[in-house]
């Protein structure tokens, strides 16, 4: 891949034989950015799992300390009689059949779908709709939960969802490069954190092998861990 003259003259402010500390990456991190608009902020865990077994695949929620750069549209599939409820919570989008026919129609003007135990059997119609999307409501995502109004909070809060891909590496994109140094700090700090402690029973020994942070257009940092 061919990279411009900015790019290469950006990476030669990063010491790719050394691990940073956190606080040493953010402020490099914003460096050696060259874009010219508020590019997002990706984090890339390398892990020692192998999510071709069961007891080593990991997936998990956390809630970030300060958010993140997005309010995520939240819609709440519910029983007519919890529209209201679900709305207060601060629900975008609640409803039961009108919800249902607009999905069906591809109208899903949403980023996260929430629903209850006893009403994801009803979703089975549109899972075709919602999979390809990453809407498919899930307990592991914790977007099929019984206490509704608290799901909708923390999802409002900045709760992100991670996971790890087929070749066992983690990818977060969550923040934004015009974010106060010491809150990105917090928030890499409380995702590591919740990683390590959804560690899966299969994985022996370390999970985090690498961890590297880089901006939509700059070169990749990485980190101490």
Known sequence: MKHGKKYEE??????????YSLAEAVDLLKKVNYAKFDAGIEIAIKTNANPKYNDQML???????HGTWKTKKV???????KVEEAKKAGADVAGHDSLLANIKEGKMDFDVLITS???IRELAPVAKQLGPKGLMPSPKAGT??????QAVEETKK???EFRLDKTGNI?????????????????????LKAIEDNKPTGVKGKLVKKVVIASTMSPGIQIEY
Do not use: C, M, Y
């Open 117 to 119: 135990p006893d009403l």
């Open 158 to 160: 900045g709760k992100i």
């Open 59 to 65: 997936r998990a929620t956390t809630i970030l300390p």
């Open 171 to 191: 990818h977060a994109l969550v923040w934004k490069l015009s974010f106060d140094n010491a809150k990105l700090v917090e928030n890499v700090q409380a995702l």
């Open 10 to 19: 950006a990476k030669k402010l990063v010491d790719k034989s050394k691990a």
């Open 144 to 149: 099929v939960a019984v206490n509704i109004a």
């Open 75 to 81: 819609a709440v599939f519910t029983t007519d009689d």
